[in-house]
């Protein structure tokens, strides 16, 4: 989960609460559902979903760390620094959104699955055939002021230019069952959903279930 380091910083930020709960969705109780979803990036999203007047969507560069932490502390998305500096670093594809020169929003795709979380990372290689040219959506935040402003359409539409440009053919997600919102967005956007993991986890008990969509 997190070393000592990350446990003090997210108890500095998030508070006590935040990190217990985390915790105990870790280590000891967790029932869950969420929705599978692919996309081809070899079809552009529509323009129609990216047009935006005030706000300049750009690739994240590491120097945003802290910008983008301070948005998420802010807004309660609990990460810490080390999470982003990974997603920000490497061969991953980010971008942020920028509105009056303020980070409002970003979102990440990176080669590589989880490895802070095992249970989702077993999910998502028994939904779908995760390989070589497959990236994943890692993280997605819009503040509140900025959503439904067509904003998470403008960054996606960044992150898979780029990360089609560093090889990938297929973007693979996974979206909370009952984000009724998150899903019809997903949907607009040329993803289609394959089916539903439910995790479950109590103590030393973990099961995960694929249950594919026709």
């Known amino acids: 989960m997190y070393g000592l380091t ?5 108890v500095r930020s998030y508070g006590l609460r935040d990190l217990l709960r985390a915790a105990v969705r ?27 007047d005030e706000v300049a969507i750009r690739e994240a560069a590491p120097e945003d760390v802290e910008e983008l932490h301070a948005l998420l502390v802010e807004h309660r998305w609990p990460r810490t620094r080390k999470q982003l500096r990974e ?16 980070i409002v929003g970003y979102g990440c795709v990176t080669r590589e699955l989880s490895s802070r979380d095992p249970l989702l990372t077993k999910g ?16 997605a935040f819009v503040a ?5 402003t067509g904003v998470y359409p403008a960054i996606s539409a960044e992150t898979r230019k780029v990360a089609r440009r560093l090889g990938a053919r297929r973007v693979v997600g996974t979206i909370s069952s009952g984000n009724v919102l998150s899903r019809r967005v997903h949907r607009k956007l040329g ?12 103590l030393f008990f973990t099961k995960v279930t694929f249950t594919p969509i026709p």
């Open 6 to 10: 990350e446990i003090i910083e997210f």
């Open 26 to 52: 870790r280590y000891v109780f967790r029932h869950e559902k969420q929705i599978v979803s692919v996309a081809s990036l070899d079809e552009p999203i529509h323009e129609m979903y990216l047009r935006m």
């Open 87 to 102: 997603w920000l670093s490497g061969d991953n594809a980010c971008a942020v959104a920028v509105d009056n020169g303020r």
């Open 191 to 202: 993803c289609t959903e394959v089916g539903e993991l439910t995790f479950q986890r109590f």
């Open 144 to 148: 509140a002021s900025h959503r439904a």
């Open 124 to 139: 998502i290689m028994q939904a779908v055939d995760f390989g070589e040219d497959d990236v994943w959506t890692a993280d």
